[in-house]
Structures are given as structure tokens and as C-alpha cells.
């Protein structure tokens, strides 16, 4: 079993840049394909990006597409997500997930494990 943790949320001005990390602890994340996903007050949680288990592929949500970048650094254990950009829209509580297999999936009920999430404030 692996164990997530969030963290770099905060609030920041639209335009700006954050690093939101997900640091893992249990098992190496090398035996993991990885998502970021995110929930906005009052809506349901959503797909944000993924990142296949080697970190050869990736993919994005129309809505972060081209602003955020999601990485993998599997000797430090840890996933990353790069916000660019970011706009008040962005704002939400951002959760990290692994699931266990090479190939990632955009549906929550794909992921296996879920950390606690990191809220991101954007304002206007």
C-alpha cells in the first residue's frame, strides 16, 4: 500500500505559476501510474493530468492543456504538477492519485490510492 501527501497549494494572483508535489511513502512509485485531479466548490471532483508508470507518456484535460505540466522524479518519490498561468477558474482542492498498473486512466474509479489534497487559490 502506498500513502500520498499533497503539498504547494496556496493562493497566488491569476497569471502566476505553482508547483503542487505529491510525495509517496509505503512503496516506490515506480510501480504506479499517476493523476492529478482536482475538485472546485460545489462540483465534482475532476481529471486533471496523468502520467504513465515509466513517465513516457502523459495526458491533459482540455482545461489545464498546454499551462500545466505533470512530472515524475521516481528516486525522490515524488509526482509533480507545474501550473502556469493559472487563472481563477484553477481554484480547487488538488488530489494526487496512484494506480497500480503502467498505463494511466482519466476515471477516479481507475486510481487506487488518493492523498488528502492541497487547495489552490487563484485570485483574480
Known amino acids: 500500500q502506498v500513502q500520498l501527501v499533497e503539498s504547494g497549494g496556496g493562493l497566488v494572483q491569476a497569471g502566476a505559476s505553482l508547483r503542487l508535489s505529491c510525495a509517496a511513502s509505503?512503496?516506490?512509485?515506480?510501480?504506479?501510474?499517476m493523476g492529478w485531479f482536482r475538485q472546485a466548490p460545489g462540483k465534482e471532483r475532476e481529471f486533471a493530468a496523468a502520467?504513465?508508470?515509466?513517465?513516457?507518456?502523459?495526458y491533459y484535460a482540455d482545461s489545464v492543456k498546454g499551462r500545466f505540466t505533470i512530472s515524475r522524479d521516481d528516486a525522490k518519490n515524488t509526482v509533480y504538477l507545474q501550473m502556469n498561468r493559472v487563472k481563477p477558474e484553477d481554484t480547487a482542492v488538488y488530489y494526487c492519485?496512484?494506480?497500480?498498473?503502467?498505463?494511466?486512466?482519466?476515471?477516479?474509479?481507475?486510481?487506487?490510492?488518493w492523498g488528502q489534497g492541497t487547495q489552490v487559490t487563484v485570485s483574480s
Open positions: 502520467i504513465s508508470r515509466s513517465g513516457g507518456r502523459t
Open positions: 492519485a496512484a494506480r497500480d498498473g503502467y498505463y494511466y486512466y482519466t476515471g477516479l474509479n481507475e486510481y487506487d490510492y
Open positions: 509505503g512503496r516506490t512509485l515506480s510501480n504506479y501510474a
